[in-house]
């Protein structure tokens, strides 16, 4: 799983920072699945390493133009190239009906299949490896954030160890390997787990954008591997935060210290704090980790590569 920042600047973009954007590649699937589509992401995705071609999910936070206005420009290109076979969109109400009046006015039509499905709270997709759920987020329109969450693995089977218990290969060692018990001609009975190592969890990724500091968002961020997490403002600006239903840096790292996030990367920052300016975005970071250690600052290209846990090593940390 690797996340790319196409877009991390809020509101408007700057020379530096297009408006939002995340892409989460799955390389295992051969998938691409986008969050959020400000103007301009389909630029970004060119100018990245990632390929339209495999873009097959795009989950939408709400509905203000630097999460979506990039959107029908991204669609319509994909059709013109040919080169995708389905697309399905997720986001709030209000969404299907933007995009058929962008196509009935533009006179576009798609060349693939695109369907929408309009969220609610809790889990929205699910397949033999992810699980997607969404969750209210408090902004100043609908908004929900994201949570994707890999199923845990059956560890690496030691084929070694299989060998020398005389466990005849084919079939069988397929099941041993799913962890199940099976009972062999002999009569021996051999528990899979036994011979695999340990479990590989699941790894989590939360993505909240545009909220204050809210319960839902803490939720969605339980556990997190990584949360990205909006930070639009900083502390000394708290005021306008609560004004404008946005994130402070301290607001970020204390959603990902009470939902006990591994990381915290934030994005989605105020052009106020270009270099020069009395505050900087180097003064948020500062901010944000003074709670929270673990907080890195997206930069438009980003790349993140969600490292995996081992059960025995959650063990040893007490997790």
Known sequence: MQITFLGTSSGVPTRGRNVSGVALRLPQRAELWLFDCGEGTQHQLLRSDLKSSQLSRIFITHMHGDHIFGLMGLLASCGLAGNVEKIDIYGPPGLNEYIQSALKYSHTHFSYPVK?????????????????????????ITAFGYRIAERDRVGRFDVEKAKALQIPPGRIYGQLKR??????????????????????IGRKIAYCTDTIYCDGAVQLAQDADVLIHEATFAHQDADMAFQRLHSTSTMAAQTALAAQAHRLIMTHFSPRYAPGNVL??????????????KTDMAHDFMIYDVPRRREVELTKVGV
């Open 179 to 200: 962890g199940e018990t099976v009972t062999l001609n002999d009569g021996r009975v051999i528990n899979g787990s036994e011979l695999c190592g340990p479990t590989e």
């Open 280 to 293: 900087e975005l180097k003064d948020l970071l500062k901010e944000a980790r003074a709670i929270f250690p």
């Open 116 to 140: 929408v499905h309009t969220v609610r709270p809790g889990i929205i997709y699910e397949d033999e490896e992810f699980t997607v759920t969404c969750g209210q987020l408090h902004h100043r």
